[in-house]
Every structure is written in C-alpha cells, then in structure tokens.
C-alpha cells in the first residue's frame, strides 16, 4: 500500500512505480520535443504521437487514436454520454480532465501563473499560448501553407481549413462548424442564450 494516497498494489515493483508520482521525478525524456514523465511505458505511449501509429479508429468518423482508452474517452462525443457530474452545480461532463477545469470556475482558482506577468490561468494550453504572446514566436507552422501560430491547438483548428472538415455540428439543424466557439455562437440562434451562458 502507498502510504502518500493509501491506494494498494499486487506487487512491490507495481508500488515502486507509483511512488515516481508522488515525488514528481520525470526521469523519462522524449527525444523528439523534450517532454519529460514518470514512467517507460507513459514515454511509449507519448511516442506514437510523433510517428503517426494510431491503430485504433473510431467507427462513427474515422478519426484515429494511440490507445483504446483515448478512442473510448473520445467515443462519448458520439454518444452524448455524459456519466460525470460537478457536485457543484450538478452539470455533466463527459471526460473527468473537463469536470476539473470546470471546478476552477467554482473555486476561482488559477494554477497556471504566467513568470512574466503573474496573470493565472485555468488551463495550462491557455498559459503556454499566452507566453507566446510575450514573445511574439510562432513555432507552429502549418505545412499546407506555411503560416505561422502560437500554439499547436491553434494550428490544429487552423488546419481544418485546409481539410474542410467540419468537427463541430448543430445537434438542432444538423450544420457543421470548424471551431467550437462558432457552434457555441451559432447556437444562439436556437436558444437565445449568449454563448458565454452556452459555454459555462
């Protein structure tokens, strides 16, 4: 049994691999962009993402993933299936990663804290592509057409142009959208809500 969060264990090797969490030492570095974590077989997993293996497909779009949880995470989007909830204000999510940036909005709470500035936010991505915005750098450059982004979730969106491949559909009239926020501001004209009552 861990004696830090009291959670048991079949073997002491399986304990010992554990405890890396709790000190926080990442002894394992990929060689491609450097990020660090605590175990050989998260440094695998991480690895598939720089050279393209994702063998699990999901049946309703096709869309590709590295391992079978992530292809089940991503299944609820299809779904609707929303099974956890804030104690909060008893709204539903569908993965706990988005339950926990919700709690923030409760707690106000802003674990990112940018080193130049001190403004803090709820999610690290934000923080990452706020600091670009000191800088001024744009290391994510779309292949297609060479432009240049801040971050890598921008770049991703911005790559849906080039696809043409409407992620995000109106479950009301069925219209596809390449942003998220588009589909929030666009279903206003279903609701009447403003998108930031859509989005909370």
Do not use: W
């Amino acid at each position: 049994m861990c004696e830090l969060c009291m959670k048991r264990f079949k073997s002491v090797d399986h304990l010992k691999r554990h405890s890396i969490i709790h000190s926080e030492v990442k002894a394992y570095n990929c060689l491609e962009c450097s990020k660090r974590f605590t175990r050989l077989d998260r440094l695998k997993a991480h690895s598939l993402i720089h050279f393209g293996n994702k063998p699990y497909e999901c049946n309703e779009c096709y869309k590709s993933f590295i391992n079978r949880s992530t292809l089940r995470r991503h299944a609820l989007i299809h779904t609707g299936e929303k099974p956890l909830m804030c104690i909060v204000c008893s709204k539903r999510f569908s993965h706990r990663t988005a339950l926990e940036r919700h709690s923030l909005t409760h707690t106000g709470e802003k674990p990112y804290v940018c080193n130049i500035c001190d403004v803090g936010f709820i999610r690290l991505d934000y923080l990452k592509t706020h600091i670009a915005s000191h800088s001024g750098e744009k290391s994510y450059i779309c292949k297609i057409c060479s432009k240049g982004f801040t971050s890598c979730g921008v770049l991703k969106k911005h790559t849906l142009i080039h696809t043409g491949v409407k992620s995000y559909k109106c479950s009301q009239c069925s219209k596809g959208f390449f942003q998220k926020f588009n589909l929030i501001r666009h279903l206003q004209s279903h609701t009447g809500q403003k998108p930031n009552q859509i989005m909370d």
